[in-house]
Every structure is written in C-alpha cells, then in structure tokens.
C-alpha cells in the first residue's frame, strides 16, 4: 500500500488545530466503545523529496559567501557550512555592538545578496544565521 502524503499547508493546518491529538496518549481512557482519534485514521506521512539548487555558479560557494561577508561587513570573521544551496552562518564583528539581531542580520544578507538573485543562485536558503559582537 502507497504511503499517503499532504500538502504542507495541510499538514501545518492539522499541526495547528490538533495539537492534542498529535501530543501522544491522553491521560484519560476513550470512553467504552470508542477507538481513540489518531486509532480511526490511516496514517498520514509526508516525506518531501530532497530538494537539489543546480546553479551555474563556478567555484566554491561556501568560500565566496565568506568572502562577500568578510568583505562587506566591517571587521566581520564569518563560518559557514553546509551545500545543495543551503547554508548556515555565523558571523563575528564589531559593527553589531547596539544593534538588534534584525539589523545585524540585514547587514549580513546584504553581504550575500548577489548570490542569492536569479533562478540559478547558489543560495537557495540561509538555515541559520548567527550573529555576535566579538
């Protein structure tokens, strides 16, 4: 039997308005009689494919995100890791002492900017951002 799968939008929508019935056991017992809610249902998997970002980027992308970062962002040590179009970054400068973490974090995407226009960017999607004054 094929594995049934939902939309997102869908899954969010049951994740939202069932909690309790995604939060395991109840304490109390169904009343005589009666299955318990997740019991009448199918099991319901969604199992999204694994995404790849082709670009036409030539080099390396986690060396050229760094570099603009470093460059752009005054003082600034940045880490990143990660692939398929999806980063992680930490960044460490002495620009981000009193600014909020919205500021600072607009100063770093402003960094990177270039390399995330266009339907072929090396950057799809920054998972994480980080960042600190030193």
């Known amino acids: ?27 109390r017992a169904p009343r005589p009689g009666r299955l318990p809610l997740l019991a009448t249902r199918p099991p319901m998997i969604y199992d999204p ?25 005054p003082g600034a040590r940045a880490e990143v890791t990660g692939g398929g179009g999806h980063y992680s970054i930490e960044v460490v400068s002495p620009v981000f002492a009193g600014k909020g973490m919205l500021e600072s974090q607009r100063l770093v995407y402003g960094a990177i900017a270039h390399l995330m226009k266009g339907d072929d960017a090396p950057v799809h999607a920054v998972d994480s951002l980080r960042t600190r004054t030193p």
Not at 56 to 64: L, N, R, T
């Open 49 to 73: 494919p694994m995404s790849s970002h082709p670009t036409s980027f030539q080099g390396d992308v986690v060396a050229a995100v760094r570099a603009a970062i470093e460059e752009k962002v």
């Open 1 to 27: 039997m094929p594995h049934r799968t939902l939309p997102v939008s869908l899954a969010l929508a049951l994740l939202l308005l069932a909690p309790r019935a995604l939060a395991g056991p109840s304490p």
